[in-house]
């Protein structure tokens, strides 16, 4: 039983880990926070989600230890962080960024689905104002980046710059300091965009959002991974939710 639960769990764990780091804001914290949830879940305990979708199951695992970590240090309901609550935050990231109906979502962070879709419909109308920044994009494929570029603008945010290479994005970088970084992972000739980011932050800091279509190649634990990650391609709302998260830096536990 134990084996076919490991079986299972392995094959959700990409999905469990882009959920935790979206929601504390760190690759670190937010791995931790899943493999003292995994703990939880091979050690028998109770299901706070009652679902039979391991995926689901390991969202319900991750809010709860995330829960009462808050918990210690303010309102496990969710004080209102950047006019969007904890709980708020956590059912954008499960319906925009892990496509979970509001349904499953709502016994995922305790509430009724009427709570649940009363709480999302009023985070939404919130993002738009939350958290506008500077952007630099980095994509190599012409009609995606101008598609990215659009979806930007209409989050509230200012693109200083769309890049295609890895040197253009290093350059453009320098010259504008963005807020905030969107990157593709793979831009052909141009280089790699992983490249690109880490050199960038060699000299300025700004959270990173990566956009692929595999993120579970990219969440593999074998090397450098980042904490934000969204997955092509994407409804505007998952990179509202994405860009608030990254700009906001998540919800610290305490």
Known sequence: MVAVRRAELIRVLPYGRRYARALTGSQATGDRLVADSLKDMLAGADDPAQSD??????????????????????????????????????????????DVAVDDAAPIVAMTPEAAEQAVAEAR???HAAAATDVLIIEDEP???????????GCGHRVVGVAATEQEAVDIARRTQPGLILADINLGIGGD??????????????????????????????????????????????????????VTGGVKLS
């Open 53 to 98: 979708d391991p995926r689901l199951a390991l969202f319900a695992f991750v809010t709860r230890r995330f829960d009462r970590g808050w918990a210690d240090g303010g309102d496990r309901q969710g004080d209102a962080i950047q006019g969007i609550s904890v709980k708020q935050r956590q059912l954008l990231l499960l319906t925009s960024l892990e």
């Open 125 to 127: 109308q919130r993002l």
């Open 193 to 246: 965009g992983k490249s690109a980011v880490a050199r960038i932050v060699e000299s300025h800091y700004a959270p990173v959002i990566f956009v692929t279509a595999y993120p579970e190649r990219l969440l593999t634990g074998e090397a450098f991974e980042p904490a934000f990650v969204i997955t092509k391609p994407f409804e505007p709302l998952t990179l509202a939710v994405a860009t608030y998260q990254a």
């Open 143 to 153: 009609i995606i980046a101008m598609d990215i570029e659009e979806l930007v603008r």
